[in-house]
Structure formats: C-alpha cells, structure tokens
C-alpha cells in the first residue's frame, strides 16, 4: 500500500519540528546546567547540536509559535559566530526562549476576569 505524499509531507515536518525543539532544548540545558560557560564549549554544543538537526530537511513552518521556535534556532546558531560575552549570549539566548515560552503559554492559559460577577444574575 503505497503512503500518500501529504502523509510523507506531514511526517518530515514533524521530524523537523521535533530537531528544533530538541536542539533549543539541549542549548538550553547546557546553560542552565553549565556553571563555567566557555566559548569553546559552547562552539562545541551548537556543533553537536547542529549535527542533528541538519540530518533533516529545512521545511516551511506557518504556526508563529513553530516560525518564532524557528527565528530562535537561527539566531542561536547565529551566536556562535558573534563576538559577545559569553554572559551577554546566555542572557540573550534565555531571554527569547522565555519569551518564545511566555507567548505559546498565553495561549493555553487566560484568566476570566470578573468571575463571580458572570454568575450574578442566576440567583
């Protein structure tokens, strides 16, 4: 039985979705979990980190959650070329990623203002 092309389409942009995550998920264990930061072996973690992630295929990603995880990656990978302070890297690094954390949250979470004045007019 022969797989349909949108079921090929959909399994390789799941493939790619899963390496970004993976990839800014180990960049930022590594500074969250590294207490001496050094250029070398930061070089060396977006290195090993990109060996996966270039095992898949670079795909369109349309959801601005997925296009900002994207963005993230980019300007990671982007970082380990730059001349900054390894300190002014990781408070930039974890800043966009909790941004990037905050906005994909806002969506799950929203709080009902005025509550218990909803409900008044049953009694």
Known sequence: MATSQKAIENANRLRYIRALERFHKSV?????????????????????????????????????????????????ISLKESSKDMDDIKDEILYASNQLDKRKNAKRYKKDK??????????
Not at 44 to 54: E, G, P
Not at 114 to 123: A, I, P, R
Request: charge should be positive; avoid cysteine; hydrophobic fraction near 30%.
């Open 28 to 76: 930022m264990s590594y500074f969250l979990n590294t207490s001496e930061l050094s250029r070398e072996s930061f070089e060396k973690k977006i290195d090993n980190s990109l060996k996966l992630l270039n095992r898949v295929q670079e795909i369109a990603l349309y959801k601005g959650e997925l296009q900002d995880l994207q963005n993230l990656v980019k300007k990671i």
């Open 114 to 123: 005025h509550t218990s004045s909803k409900y008044k007019d049953w009694d």
